[in-house]
């Protein structure tokens, strides 16, 4: 190219003389012509040249001596190496094709020196030897670069060989295919120590690598074959080395064994550069007892997956498997069924064949650390060996799985999921040991044991599916901590003979119509969560942890008896809930665990010596076969019995209620034996449209009030303050006692205490009888205990007009926007012991009885009439007014 270059420099200059400034003017038609044709010159110069070595030469590529003319190569030229010539490089050199022709005197090098580098851009072909022990050798001890193709040309002979030697830390990067078109006993690559060699193509005897040539001289330990193209390589050498140093793939289109790979004790590495690379074996069997490494997403592909030849290759025996997470594994032998080893640990494993065929799951424990995929035509044969298996990641069975007596594990640590085609295991094991809200292990269609069901760690979704045992047997395992979701309309999964539930584990009913029945041998749930549209129940069963109903959800537990067991059970209502019968058989730790409303249909039952005493929530008695037995302590909060009971002896029991016991509707509550007693702060009794009749009933709370009638058919006791409503007519055959307050707040029609107390029987002696009524009210004539008329806005209080009031006790009037008329009353101090004669204008004054009665000092008492009766003392002191105006 260098003399080319001269003489177009010389035509340059004798043209530049011609047009000089004054030469333009004049000949400026004949110009332009002259500037086409210098184009066509300079084309011409830089145009690629072919440079040959010179005949026999021994010489280095940058001496102008080694080149016929004089000219060393350049990038653009394609170079020639003659048959008998030796050449090295010893700089950085490169050119556009290399090809050096056939038929050698004798033996010849070609060498790249250590530290030196070839870069030629298009292809390498070294010529075909036709005599024997004429050899040729292409020795790489530095760099070559090639970014076309490598051909070794076929050769006639086992002794005139063709050879590319890499030395120690020698490189060779091949972008195209690397051709050995004859036997390994005539072409080879031979590395040596720390060699490696990158190939970009097919390897074989042609361009497709479709027909075995060459190969590799036993590579040794430390030396790299790298298959990194990024189209399908074909890799189909003639003979079968030795490796003892690294075979790698980094190719993502797939690198295809056409013939088997003896590794030696070398390394397989898959995808340590590129991610996503692909090796097939194509039924052609790896021999290893190296190491392999299988890197990011990269996928080994065992067997035959198209045509008719090769075998149901095996997993080599590596001594070490370095397999990380994401990548794949795949058994996909076509021609004949094919044998699954247990020794790796895979992350994904995956069967695949367009054709039936069986994966053989050899003895041992099969562990899965990502994904198992089961493909159309294949099944996963654990029958035959019955091995266990442990799977991290997701199973997607689009096949057949039976996996024989063997255990199936998953133990993932995300959430995990089960689909496609239903299931056959012998024993299922969930021990998903994710954080919370990932380690869910969810069922997208039906599994069948043989074995057991065990929940060790996490959480198994069966959704609207089922995980029952083939025939009755085996166990089924609910750990502490772990939860069961049940979906659909289904129950407990069935024919596990023997149930172990933890006590903190979790049975969820999250389906529509799901019925909710009792564990085996009398074995309690431990949390019951019920997230179903219209669960039910079938039988009695016990919770020792939380019973719940989620929003917008539903039990109703229509058979059985549900028995709160423990003193951890609890009760959360958020939705509708119903109790056919419901007992609570433990004192709970803290009251407020069953600070919730539901229903009870049946019996509420608590049993001797339970205290059961929630804080907070309402309890309905919905049914007439509803009762209540109390063999313990019992308070309710808020009671409501909303249906007549069916015998009114269902509620002959005795217990509190805190808050408010009501009655819902026109129904009749009259129970004919035990005590209902008001204990709460501010409780009520509400009865705004029912028949209600206590047997005996004692108020006993701070301030009890009272809306609509009801009666008393025994005693009723007012230990605190009973407040009814101004409406409130409070009847029965009973007997009305105490030692609190009753407040008269009646002022319609009689305003009067007899009128709002029409119980049969009074004995006030202890009672204070307070007229509180917003309005006018009548005090009338009654033996009361304590008397006392209360301010309630401006309003008149009279007393019995004829009738005698007696107080044995204290008469406290208020004198507060408060007038009397005591026209005709007769108002008597009858206490057996001391009284005080409050400050009043009485109509006619009674002292009776024996005992000192006094008119406190600074006191005014006015009436008309005096009488002093019996044994009856009155004493006045000095400062005490008493005004008789007869």
């Not at 079938?538 to 959800?553: K, N, Y």
Request: hydrophobic share 35%; aromatic share 8%.
């Amino acid at each position: 190219m260098t003399k080319a270059l001269n003489a177009f420099y010389k035509r340059f200059f004798i043209i530049y003389l011609f047009f000089r400034k004054d030469h333009i003017a004049k000949y400026s038609q004949l110009f332009r012509l002259i500037i086409f044709s210098l184009c066509l010159l300079i084309n011409t110069a830089i145009k690629a040249a072919t440079i040959t070595s010179n005949t026999g030469v021994t010489g280095f590529w940058d001496v102008a001596g080694t080149w016929v003319g004089g000219v060393v190569p350049g990038p653009g030229d394609d170079v020639i190496i003659e048959a008998s010539a030796t050449i090295t490089v010893r700089t950085n050199v490169s050119c556009l094709s290399l090809s050096w022709t056939g038929n050698p005197t004798a033996t010849r090098t070609f060498t790249i020196n250590a530290g030196s580098t070839l870069t030629v851009s298009g292809n390498i072909t070294l010529g075909t030897t036709t005599t024997n022990g004429r050899n040729r050798i292409f020795n790489v001890l530095g760099t070559l670069d090639c970014d076309g193709s490598f051909t070794m040309q076929a050769s006639g002979g086992d002794t005139r060989d063709i050879e590319l030697d890499i030395g120690t830390n020698g490189i060779v990067n091949i972008t195209g295919n690397l051709i050995m078109a004859s036997a390994f006993l005539r072409h080879h690559v031979d590395l040596i120590g720390n060699a490696q060699i990158n190939i970009g193509g097919n390897i074989g005897a042609n361009a497709t690598g479709t027909t075995t040539g060459g190969g590799f001289t036993d590579p040794p330990a430390g030396s790299i074959i790298n298959l990194n193209g990024t189209l399908p390589q074909n890799f189909f050498t003639q003979n079968a080395p030795v490796y003892s140093g690294t075979f790698k793939i980094n190719n993502a289109a797939g690198v295809i064994l056409r013939r088997t790979l003896a590794l030696g004790t070398s390394t397989l590495t898959i995808g340590d550069i590129t991610a996503n690379s692909v090796l097939k074996d194509s039924g052609n069997s790896i021999t290893s007892t190296g190491t392999f490494n299988l890197q990011n997403g990269s996928t080994f592909i065992l067997g035959r997956y198209s045509g008719t030849t090769g075998t149901a290759t095996t997993y080599p025996a590596f001594s070490t498997n370095n397999i990380d997470l994401g990548t794949t594994v795949e058994y996909a032998h076509i021609n004949a069924n094919q044998n699954v080893s247990t020794t790796p640990q895979y992350a994904n494993l995956v069967f695949s064949s367009s054709v039936a065929r069986s994966r053989v799951i050899l003895a041992g424990t099969l562990t899965i650390r990502g994904d198992l995929n089961i493909g159309v035509n294949t099944t996963f044969l654990g029958s035959t060996n019955n091995p266990t298996t442990n799977l991290g990641g997701d199973f997607v069975n689009s096949g057949t799985f039976t996996s024989g007596t063997g255990l199936f594990t998953m133990d993932g640590t995300n959430n995990q999921s089960i689909t496609g085609t239903a299931l056959f295991v012998g024993g299922l094991t969930i021990n998903n040991t994710g954080g919370g809200g990932s380690n869910i292990v969810t069922l997208n269609n039906s599994i069948t044991t043989t074995g057991n069901l065990t929940l060790t760690n996490g959480i198994l979704d069966l959704g609207a599916f089922t995980a029952n045992r083939t025939a009755a047997g085996g166990t089924m395992t609910i750990s502490n901590g772990t939860r069961l979701i049940i979906g659909g309309t289904n129950s407990l999964p069935t024919n596990y003979n023997t149930h172990i539930i933890g006590a903190t584990s979790t049975i969820e009913y999250d389906g529509t119509t799901n019925v909710v029945t009792a564990p085996n041998g009398g074995v309690a749930y431990g949390n019951l969560e019920i997230d179903a549209t219209g669960a039910t129940t079938s039988a009695s069963f016990s919770v020792v942890g939380v019973l719940s109903v989620l929003t917008g959800r539903s039990l109703i537990a229509s058979a059985g008896i549900v028995t709160m067991s423990a003193a951890t059970s609890s009760i959360v209502n958020d939705g509708t809930l119903t109790f056919d019968g419901l007992t609570i058989a433990a004192t709970p730790n803290g009251q407020s665990q069953y600070n919730t409303s539901y229903n009870v249909s049946g019996v509420l039952t608590v049993a001797f010596s339970v205290t059961f005493a929630p804080t907070g929530g309402t309890i309905t008695m919905n049914d007439p076969a509803s009762s209540i037995s109390n063999a313990g302590t019992l308070t309710f909060n808020n009671l409501t019995i909303s249906a007549t009971p069916t015998a009114q002896s269902q509620y002959n029991t005795s217990f509190d209620v805190a808050g408010t016991f009501a009655t819902n509707g026109a129904i009749t509550f009259a129970p004919t034996g035990g005590t209902i007693t008001m204990s709460g702060v501010s409780g009520i009794i509400s009865n705004p449209s029912g028949t209600l009749t206590f047997n005996s009933l004692i108020i006993d709370g701070t301030i009890i009030s009272s809306t609509g009638n009801f009666g008393v058919a025994n005693t009723m006791t007012v230990n605190s303050t009973f407040a009814p409503a101004a409406a409130s007519i409070i009847t029965g055959a009973g007997t009305l006692v105490g030692t609190g307050t009753v407040r008269v707040t009646r002022t319609a029609a009689v305003p009067s205490f007899g009128a709002q107390y029409t119980i049969a029987n009074k004995t006030l002696t202890d009672l204070t009888v307070n007229y509180i009524g917003a309005g006018a009210q009548t005090v009338d004539a009654q033996n009361y205990g304590n008397l006392t008329i209360s301010t309630n806005g401006t309003r008149t209080v009279t007393f019995e007009n004829g009738g005698t009031i007696r107080v044995s006790g204290v008469f406290t009037p208020t004198a507060t926007t408060t007038s009397y008329v005591v026209t005709g009353n007769n108002f008597d101090y009858n206490g057996s012991g001391a009284q005080t004669i409050a400050a009043f204008t009485y109509n006619n004054l009674i002292i009776s009885n024996a005992g000192a009665k006094t008119v406190l000092a600074g006191t005014i008492v006015n009436c008309l009439t005096i009488t002093l009766n019996d044994a009856a003392v009155l004493t006045l002191p000095d400062t005490a007014t008493f005004n008789v105006t007869q």
